[in-house]
């Protein structure tokens, strides 16, 4: 069974840090597309960054490049999410994802996921000014 758990969230004041992490298991996701998305209140469901788990090409969202890093340690099956210089805005659902078609980054997972990508169940951050 594949599952992906992630952890980290919680509340932080404005200018704060915070480290989500997602544990996989049930599937190898070596050479795989991972990201991080977030969904606000009444907002649609957005990427903040993805990786290429084989070369470790990243792609990251304007919004929060120069903030936020993505990386991922294989030998754990742990993706992270480093989050620094939070704001109010960041306030939102962050979900860990995963696509099972191997080999990149397609524009589809990028946009928001697809019918082959696998999801966890969330972890909520708050930021408060």
């Known amino acids: 069974q594949v599952q992906l758990v992630e952890s980290g969230g919680g509340s932080v004041q404005a200018e704060g840090s915070l480290r989500l992490s997602c544990t996989t298991s049930g599937y190898t996701y070596f050479n795989h597309c991972m990201g991080w998305f977030r969904q606000a209140p009444e907002k649609e469901r957005v990427r903040v960054a993805a990786?290429?788990?084989?070369?470790?090409?990243?792609f990251t969202a304007d919004s929060v490049k120069g903030r936020f890093t993505i990386s991922r340690d294989n030998a754990k099956n742990t993706l992270y999410l480093q989050m620094n210089n939070l704001k109010p805005d960041d306030t939102a659902m962050y979900y860990c994802?995963?696509?099972?078609?191997?080999?990149?980054?397609?524009?589809?997972?990028?946009?928001?996921?697809?019918?082959?990508?696998?999801w966890g169940q969330g972890t909520h951050v708050t930021v408060s000014s």
């Open positions: 990786i290429m788990t084989g070369d470790g090409s990243t």
């Open positions: 994802a995963a696509d099972r078609r191997a080999g990149w980054c397609t524009t589809e997972f990028l946009s928001g996921g697809s019918s082959t990508t696998d």
